[in-house]
């Protein structure tokens, strides 16, 4: 999945690691030090940062012996999935079934399941 870049006209600190935590991002670096065509010393570097929700979207794996089994984990584990009115992250669940909580944004599914359970009140 290539990413592409885009220019926004304002950004601040916080919208620039929202936007690392939420994409992710990962550094690989080969670095090796030659003398007349011999290698001496070579050194590989990985290194990740990224939520511990794009972590396990992406399957990134954690080294051996570390505790990743926290709650945050977990909620990372719930699916979620972007309002389509203000972009943030919503539990799928949540958003298809009542709505967006943070804009108000209600989904077709809600407004059906919604319309069924309401009284309804007949004109005479």
Same mark, same amino acid.
């Given at each position: &999945?290539?990413?592409?870049? /885009?220019?926004?006209?304002? !950004?601040?600190?916080?919208? @620039?690691?929202? +936007?690392?935590?939420?994409?992710?991002?990962?550094?690989?670096?080969?670095?090796?030090?030659?003398?007349?065509?011999?290698?001496?010393? !070579?050194?590989?570097?990985?290194?990740?940062?990224?939520?511990?929700?794009?972590? *396990? #979207?992406? $399957?990134?794996?954690?080294?051996? !012996?570390?505790?990743?089994?926290?709650?945050? =984990?977990?909620? %990372? &584990?719930? *699916?979620?999935?972007?309002?389509?009115?203000?972009? #943030?992250? @919503?539990?799928?669940? /949540?958003?298809?079934?009542?709505?967006?909580? =943070?804009? $108000? =944004? @209600?989904?077709?599914?809600? #407004? *059906?399941?919604?319309? #069924?359970? %309401?009284? +309804?009140?007949? *004109? +005479?």
């Amino acid at each position: &999945m290539a990413l592409t870049a /885009e220019k926004e006209s304002s !950004g601040t600190l916080v919208d @620039v690691i929202d +936007r690392i935590l939420d994409k992710g991002l990962v550094i690989n670096a080969d670095i090796t030090v030659s003398v007349a065509g011999v290698e001496l010393l !070579g050194i590989k570097v990985r290194a990740a940062l990224a939520s511990f929700e794009t972590a *396990a #979207k992406y $399957g990134l794996e954690f080294p051996s !012996g570390t505790n990743y089994e926290t709650a945050a =984990w977990k909620e %990372a &584990m719930v *699916a979620k999935d972007e309002c389509p009115q203000c972009s #943030k992250r @919503v539990i799928l669940d /949540e958003l298809l079934n009542e709505g967006c909580p =943070w804009c $108000g =944004w @209600v989904s077709a599914k809600a #407004k *059906a399941a919604h319309a #069924k359970t %309401a009284p +309804r009140i007949e *004109a +005479r």
